[in-house]
């Protein structure tokens, strides 16, 4: 059967044919850029504008929002009206878990710190609609870019409720009613809140829980494992944290510090598994009375890593004899406290062999019926329990001048030694055979001697090194010999050995 070719149409039906073609692949090609600029247009209102793009429902320029997305959004709805009060402004870092599968537009400031109050009085603005009341700042300075490793907020405590300031830098002055738990990026190493003041502002730390009834309250916190090593807390009140909260300091930290925290203890649950990492802590100028660190109270020695401890300017009593077990400590400062210095014998030790020790050292002369005086440090000690025969080869701090002096008075008997050799050399005959009444002391001249004792009493090596007789106590004679006899005694509390001269010798 033979096909019957059909004619072509006309030439105005093929152009309206190509037409709707290029027409439908145009709206096609739309409809794919309106989808790429969206998130871009939503991320511009999230964290600039006054977010008056989202309606009621959540929708808006990012399209509506699923299901899943509506259930976390109200629970971060509830989330924010629990852990705000009325008026507050907090200080938060990025962005909780719990915004975790919001789309980008709906975060607030997401990937940076911010400032967030809820108030009901107060227009909200910064932060994406449904999120009632709340303003937000966004701190673009500690943006989420992969090189900020140190981040330092200023803060102040905030004088009455206002509507938050923009814009902020990071040399800004932060005016802030609380702080939450920071959460931050894992490539971060250090964080220091910076309070402006002379005195510890109430600014309280608090956290990202407040329902909850456990005192678990990480200072931070990161969606990938934590790489924070330092915290520095100035000029803020931490008495509350430091008694109260549970896992504040993260195990990773090595370097703590809290200056003028108005510190009165430290609860050795502070930090995750007793900080078994902790290098460095400085809690100077506050209100500490003692000194829990290296303590074993639970079986487990506390924050027993540590190699710097700075204590000075606290209300400190007592050297604490937990020092023993900081095997590593190299530096302790107590310089600043009304300390007792009575100590144990292992505690000195303890300090005997540190690098660096600074204490204030006793007002007035110290007292030690029970123990010794020991130097170290140029700090002088009563030392419990330890005795004169102890070694005293600790004393790093200072110059023992009692041993130079006795080195001294060695050597000048070993030089007069010499010179009563050589006179005798000269002499034809002298007696040996002469009673310990024969001898005398060379300061124990008469007028009889004038000569030979204005001789000895003018040479300048006796003079340089001469000491007062009374303080040698003599006991009994320990050997003699042809110049004179020698007798055991005391100087100052040390054993000596004392060399008496005949007297005829002394006047040759």
Known sequence: MQRVRQPPPPPHRRLAAASHRLTRHAAQLLAVLA???????????????????????????????????????????EWYTSN???????????????TTGLPRAFKPCPQMPSLQ?????????????????????????????????????????KAAPKALAVPLSAESILEIDSIATIWV???????????????????????DDRGSLIPDMPIAQSESPLKLETIEIFNIDMDAVTVNAINFVPRTVTRLVMQNCNVRSINIRLGDSLMPNMQYIDLSNNKLTFVMIGSNTTGVCAICGVQTLNVENNQITVIPEYLVNLANLESLYMAGNNLSYEITMPTFNVISRLANFSADGPAAPLACKSGKHKTVHN????????????????????TNYLVYILVACGVAVAALALFVLRQRCQRSHRS???????????????????????RLLSDPLLITNRIEYKEVVLGNCISKGGFGLVFAGEYRGRKVAVKKIRPDLSTE
């Open 35 to 77: 989808l790429l600029l969206a998130p871009q247009q939503a991320t511009a209102v999230a964290t600039v504008g006054d977010s008056t793009s989202s309606d009621s429902n959540g929708s808006g320029s990012g399209g509506t929002m699923t299901d899943e997305q509506q259930r976390i959004r109200e629970a971060v709805r």
């Open 379 to 398: 700090v002088t000690f009563c030392v419990i329990g330890a005795t004169s025969g102890d070694d005293d080869d600790n004393n790093t701090g200072g």
């Open 185 to 207: 990026p894992d490539t971060l190493r250090g964080l220091r809140f910076n309070g402006i003041s002379s005195e510890p502002l109430p600014i309280p730390f608090i956290s």
């Open 117 to 157: 109050m809820r108030s009901s009085t107060i227009p909200a603005k910064g932060c994406p609609k449904g999120f009632d009341g709340l303003s937000c700042v966004c701190l673009t300075n500690y943006a989420r870019d992969g090189k900020n490793e140190f981040w330092e907020f200023k803060v102040r405590k």
């Open 432 to 454: 040996s055979s002469k009673d310990e009444g024969m001898f005398m002391n060379t300061l124990d001249f008469d007028e009889s001697h004038s000569t030979s004792q204005a």
């Open 84 to 98: 705000f009060r009325e008026n507050e402004t907090q200080l938060l870092g990025l962005p909780t878990n719990r």
